[in-house]
T-cell receptor, first 115, second 113 residues
């Protein structure tokens, strides 16, 4: 059983640029969620996808967007990068309705630095 | 608005003793509460969860207690081991259509050999 894999592990971008982060869900999971973890903070929910549709969104602006593909892999896109977007971005997968009971499986994250 | 709070940024415990990590929440609509452990350069790892209709759940060395009237939960680790040194996050979740995790800010647990 494979876990959640994210790529790349580290990334440096310039303010105003666009970035795409990728995630492969754990085998058998049909939902994927993205979280942003700033330094010294807990992860903050960005959005969740189920069956390729957005299934919930946190308090993030529209320049944060996502995709889920038929094989349950996912992308997080951030446009017009700002310095405050510098953070660890975590992807988590689960089966719908079971994440809270059995735990969401997290990847190791992508560390994004915006300069 | 911090709906899930972990008021102790750090905790040190002697190896073999009990570690108690605390968490408070404000939203009475949460359905489940979860604890995650995080090592540096790794993603959070799920430890244990508890339904809002229960007051205790146990899994090996880990026990979570929920006090709904006080909106408080705690994680007990007995006995504490050096490998338990990590940052522990408390999180709360709804279910079925409201499955986002709301995390606390974490408590760094250090086990002293």
């Amino acid at each position: 059983e494979t876990g959640v894999t994210q790529s790349p592990t580290h990334l440096i971008k310039t303010r105003g640029q666009q970035v795409t982060l990728r995630c492969s869900s754990q085998s058998g999971h049909n939902t994927v969620s993205w979280y942003q973890q700033a330094l010294g903070q807990g992860p903050q929910f960005i959005f969740q996808y189920y069956r390729e549709e957005e299934n919930g969104r946190g308090n993030f602006p529209p320049r944060f967007s996502g995709l889920q593909f038929p094989n349950y892999s996912s992308e997080l896109n951030v446009n017009a990068l700002e310095l405050d977007d510098s953070a660890l971005y975590l992807c988590a997968s689960s089966s719908l309705g079971q994440g809270a009971i059995y735990g969401y499986t997290f990847g190791s994250g992508t560390r994004l630095t915006v300069v | 608005d911090q709906q899930v709070k972990q008021n102790s940024p750090s905790l040190s415990v002697q190896e073999g003793r009990i570690s108690i990590l605390n968490c408070d929440y404000t939203n009475s609509m949460f359905d489940y509460f979860l604890w995650y452990k995080k090592y540096p350069a790794e993603g959070p790892t799920f430890l244990i969860s508890i339904s809002s209709i229960k007051d205790k759940n146990e899994d090996g060395r880990f026990t979570v207690f929920l006090n709904k009237s006080a909106k408080h939960l705690s994680l007990h680790i007995v006995p504490s081991q050096p490998g338990d040194s990590a940052v522990y996050f408390c999180a709360a979740s709804g279910i079925f259509g409201n499955e986002k995790l709301t995390f606390g800010t974490g408590t760094r647990l250090t086990i002293i050999p």
